[in-house]
Antibody
Framework: EVQLLESGGGLVQPGGSLRLSCAAS????????MSWVRQAPGKGLEWVSI????????EYADSVKGRFTISRDNSNNTVYLQMNSLRAEDTAVYFC????????????WGQGTRLTVSS | EFVLTQSPGTLSLSPGESATLSCRAS???????LAWYQQKAGQAPRLLIY???RRATGIPDRFSGSGSRTDFTLTISRLEPEDFAVYYC????????FGQGTKVDI
């Protein structure tokens, strides 16, 4: 059974930093591209970032480019999202998602971790 | 700028009826790289349809997708109580973009 378990969310002040983690199991992790997708309270879905199975390719939404960094550890089946210079508009539930192909649809989703950016 | 526009915003229907959800792209989508997701309240989204019309594993055949170029449709025939949810379309390939969602309400 595929499982994606996000952690690391919480309350952060504007300008602060936080790192999200996503522990994966139940599939061949290093063959899947992994993404983060977020959902602000009461809003729709917004793709944030993607990393290829090898970790050699990454992409970011314009809204987070230069502030967020995605990475992965294939030896521990974990993907990370380092978030710096956080803003109120980054407040959202962050979903870890997996897709077999890079820049394709998302086959499976974690349950999400909540980030609140507020003073 | 590429934009996906879903309509209507909310669709109020009864169990047993059919639902037709629209997703319109501001530019042509190549190779029919259009997916649909379902999100129930308090849950993560799940993949329903990819490649415009291909059902994901385990998705019942009352869900069907169609369309091409800039106009795409998700049809849910014979709505079941568990189908009342929010539905999102997504373009993939060139970039990853979501529509704003359509809520199917009782």
């Amino acid at each position: 059974e595929v499982q994606l378990l996000e952690s690391g969310g919480g309350l952060v002040q504007p300008g602060g930093s936080l790192r999200l983690s996503c522990a994966a199991s139940g599939f061949t992790f290093n063959t899947y591209a992994m993404s983060w997708v977020r959902q602000a309270p009461g809003k729709g879905l917004e793709w944030v970032s993607i990393i290829s199975g090898t970790g050699h390719a990454t992409e970011y939404a314009d809204s987070v480019k230069g502030r967020f960094t995605i990475s992965r550890d294939n030896s521990n089946n974990t993907v990370y999202l380092q978030m710096n210079s956080l803003r109120a508009e980054d407040t959202a539930v962050y979903f870890c998602v997996g897709g077999f192909y890079y820049m394709y649809y998302f086959d499976f989703w974690g349950q999400g971790t909540r980030l609140t950016v507020s003073s | 700028e590429f934009v996906l526009t879903q309509s209507p915003g909310t669709l109020s229907l009864s169990p047993g009826e059919s639902a037709t959800l629209s997703c319109r792209a501001s530019q042509r989508i190549n190779s029919d790289y259009l997916a649909w997701y379902q999100q129930k309240a308090g849950q993560a989204p799940r993949l329903l349809i990819y490649g415009t019309s291909r059902r994901a594993t385990g998705i019942p055949d009352r869900f069907s997708g169609s369309g091409s170029r800039t106009d795409f449709t998700l049809t849910i025939s014979r709505l079941e109580p568990e189908d009342f949810a929010v539905y999102y379309c997504q373009r993939y390939g060139d970039s990853l973009e979501f529509g704003q969602g359509t809520k199917v309400d009782i």
